[in-house]
């Protein structure tokens, strides 16, 4: 039965509709014109055209940009899953001595100020050879994604009883054996939500980029580097792509950690 | 090999911080024998069958199993596969790669692996499970499932922890036979851990008491519940009534111990090495299904004891009536009935009663701690 919607529901529901596109407007505008024949930005509109996101995908220096958005974002994902899941698995299967400072040093990068990270990053890793690389933007963004990585496995483990990993020692499973055959399966939903969004954290990140990437431009630093040149059309088809994958990467990542709690 | 101790415990150990479950433990097991450890909740029952199945190492002592000293044989190389009380069935694994989960972790090969997994599920009537998902059974088929999978080795001993808690009390009997059945013949160890003293009785050929981490006794079902050693296992097994009280006198077939419903006769227990001196605390125990109950009128035959109180619980099971009776000196006597009896002589809560007994069934327990 459908009860007849009260004055207050339309309220809220009207209310809830102009939050959601005052926060989505500004995105919004990027998409918008990014699909629109004039040079600049401006009403009214001057016809759909594909122009710009050609132009975009025609410069050299964006096409690059990409790449190594591309591999820092890879890399990225896959060196922070493997860390949050040793870290996930450390917490979740041993007690030691400094356990609990070990697992605030990993939660808490993404609460320290990017400008901060970016800088302290810059002078940490300037020291060492790897700097101005995508080594280095590899290694400051794995710093930032595996608190994120091991916080999404570290919930999917507090569903596997402690019996489940005993039992296969307990038939014959060495350590090994047991985490390869019965704790990674488990894991596997998680697994995958946090190797995606470690990607698309690394995907959006620009500040601690841009501090140790050196000559080394991902997307986001690309963008900044056109915006303080000029403006540029080409800028809103970036940002309409950059906006396509980065939800890509994160309805993916929810999308699985749901089904992990599906199949407990 | 079949006389020998099979597996040995020696001074066994365990102490965590703040808490020392196994207190220096002796047991030797014999090859094919079922044996039942039981004891309330913490008494260390779990984690002496953890410490056997090397998932526990122990803090002192020595475990042997077929001889061969356990201290660095790790818990995968020891093929002592348990049943767990949560089962512990890999969810995301079908029902045959469960059971065929510990063949394939000796190297055997997925086919063959399959097939003896199938095997086992088919003695175990699980025919045409193999395929399906854990979830996808009931709890007595989860039940059977982990039991194939922990005999799918052919070990020589198997550990059981609260296997059948879980199930409900129709299940449960199910599968107790089940159990029986298969000790009977596949012939092996039997290591079960339970609370329930009507699974322990019913399946095992010993039962160790345990409490605080200590072996109170350790015999077969009926010795541990007609000839208890100490109050604590009296208690424990439940349907027994205990008087405490001192020696006062004692002669070549008897012993009398002054207690506060008067002096009580008990022939002296064979088993005991020592009587106790005259004047020292002695206690006697009498099994509920030993007294008997009648009206406070009534007369007790001449050279019994005889006590009055009050009916203060009952407690019904089938044709069993368990009447609980404050004595007039405050001490709780049990006393067990057929049913039927009620017929002749009903009872209720605050009815008045005179209770007697044989004093040659009353037991002399050897020691009070």
């Known amino acids: 039965m459908k009860s007849p919607l009260s004055l207050s529901s339309v309220m809220s529901f009207i209310y809830l509709a102009c939050l959601a596109l005052f926060i989505a407007a500004p995105m919004l505008v990027i998409v918008v014109f990014s699909f629109d024949a004039n040079r600049f930005p401006t009403l009214p509109w001057g016809g759909f055209s594909i122009e710009w996101h050609k132009a975009a995908l025609n410069d050299p220096m964006i096409i690059a940009a990409l790449r190594n958005s591309a591999i820092v974002g890879f890399g990225t994902a896959t060196l922070a899953t493997i860390l949050g899941f040793c870290a996930a698995y450390l917490d979740y299967r041993y007690h030691f001595f400094g356990k609990r400072a070990m697992m605030i040093a990993v939660a808490i990068p993404p609460a320290v100020p990017v400008?901060?990270?970016?800088?302290?990053?810059?002078?940490?890793?300037?020291?060492?050879?790897?700097?101005?690389?995508?080594?280095?933007?590899?290694?400051?963004?794995?710093?930032?994604?595996?608190?994120?990585?091991?916080?999404?496995?570290?919930?999917?483990?507090?569903?596997?009883?402690?019996?489940?990993?005993?039992?296969?020692?307990?038939?014959?499973a060495s350590r090994a054996q047991a985490i390869r055959l019965i704790v990674l399966p488990f894991c596997r939903p998680s697994i995958m939500a946090a190797f995606f969004l470690s990607a698309?954290?690394?995907?959006?990140?620009?500040?601690?980029?841009?501090?140790?990437?050196?000559?080394?431009e991902t997307l986001p630093v690309r963008i900044l580097n056109m915006l303080q040149g000029q403006v540029n059309p080409k800028i809103n088809a970036i940002g309409t792509v950059v906006l396509a994958i980065s939800l890509t990467l994160v309805l993916i990542a929810q999308r699985l950690a749901r089904t992990g709690k599906e199949t407990r | 090999m079949t006389s020998e101790s099979y597996v040995s415990l020696h001074d066994i150990d365990m102490r965590y911080p703040g808490h020392h479950a196994v207190k220096g433990i002796n047991l030797d097991i014999k090859a094919g024998e079922f044996v039942a450890l039981m004891g309330p909740s913490g008494c260390g029952k779990s984690t002496t069958l953890r410490m056997i199945a090397g998932l526990e190492t122990p803090t002192g002592g020595k475990i042997t199993i077929g001889g061969r000293d356990m201290a660095e044989v790790s818990a995968a190389e020891r093929d002592t596969p348990m049943v767990w009380q949560s089962l512990a069935l890999f969810p995301f694994l079908s029902v045959e790669d469960n059971v065929a989960f510990p063949l394939r972790?000796?190297?055997?090969?997925?086919?063959?692996?399959?097939?003896?997994?199938?095997?086992?599920?088919?003695?175990?009537?699980?025919?045409?499970?193999?395929?399906?998902?854990?979830?996808?059974?009931?709890?007595?088929?989860?039940?059977?499932?982990?039991?194939?999978?922990?005999?799918?080795?052919q070990p020589s001993i198997i550990l059981l922890d609260e296997p059948l808690s879980a199930l409900d009390a129709h299940l449960r009997v199910h599968l107790q036979t089940e159990l029986a059945r298969l000790h009977r013949e596949l012939k092996i160890t039997f290591i079960y851990v339970t609370h329930s003293q009507s699974e322990a009785f019913a399946l095992a050929d010993r039962i160790v008491v345990?409490?605080?981490?200590?072996?109170?006794?350790?015999?077969?079902?009926?010795?541990?519940?007609?000839?208890?050693?100490?109050?604590?296992?009296?208690?424990?097994?439940?349907?027994n009534t205990l008087l405490r009280g001192s020696l006062r006198e004692k002669d070549a077939t008897d012993v009398v111990i002054q207690t506060p419903e008067g002096p009580m006769r008990a022939p002296i227990n064979g088993a005991m090495q020592t009587l106790p001196d005259l004047g020292s605390d002695a206690g006697l125990v009498i099994g509920a299904d030993r007294i008997s109950m009648m009206p406070e009128t009534a007369a007790s035959p001449a050279d019994q004891p005889r006590v009055l109180g009050e009916v203060v619980g009952m407690d019904f099971v089938g044709s069993t009536q368990t009447i609980f009776i404050a004595s007039d000196a405050g001490i709780e006597f049990r006393v067990q009935r057929l049913e039927h009896a009620a017929e002749t002589f009903p009872v209720h809560l605050g009815s008045r009663v005179a209770m007697t007994w044989t004093p040659k069934h009353a037991w002399l327990l050897p020691r009070l701690s």
């Open chain 1, 115 to 172: 400008a901060i990270l970016g800088m302290a990053m810059l002078a940490f890793l300037s020291r060492t050879p790897i700097f101005g690389s995508p080594t280095a933007i590899i290694v400051s963004h794995t710093v930032i994604a595996s608190s994120f990585a091991m916080a999404l496995i570290r919930l999917r483990l507090t569903e596997l009883g402690p019996d489940l990993e005993q039992a296969a020692w307990n038939l014959g």
């Open chain 1, 200 to 216: 698309a954290v690394s995907f959006d990140e620009f500040m601690v980029a841009w501090f140790v990437g050196g000559v080394h």
């Open chain 2, 105 to 153: 972790m000796k190297g055997v090969p997925p086919k063959s692996a399959r097939v003896r997994a199938n095997e086992w599920l088919e003695r175990l009537n699980l025919n045409g499970m193999g395929k399906r998902a854990v979830a996808q059974l009931s709890g007595g088929q989860r039940q059977r499932v982990a039991i194939a999978r922990a005999l799918v080795t």
């Open chain 2, 210 to 239: 345990m409490s605080d981490g200590v072996i109170e006794q350790a015999g077969p079902p009926r010795e541990v519940y007609r000839a208890p050693q100490t109050p604590f296992v009296a208690e424990f097994m439940g349907m």
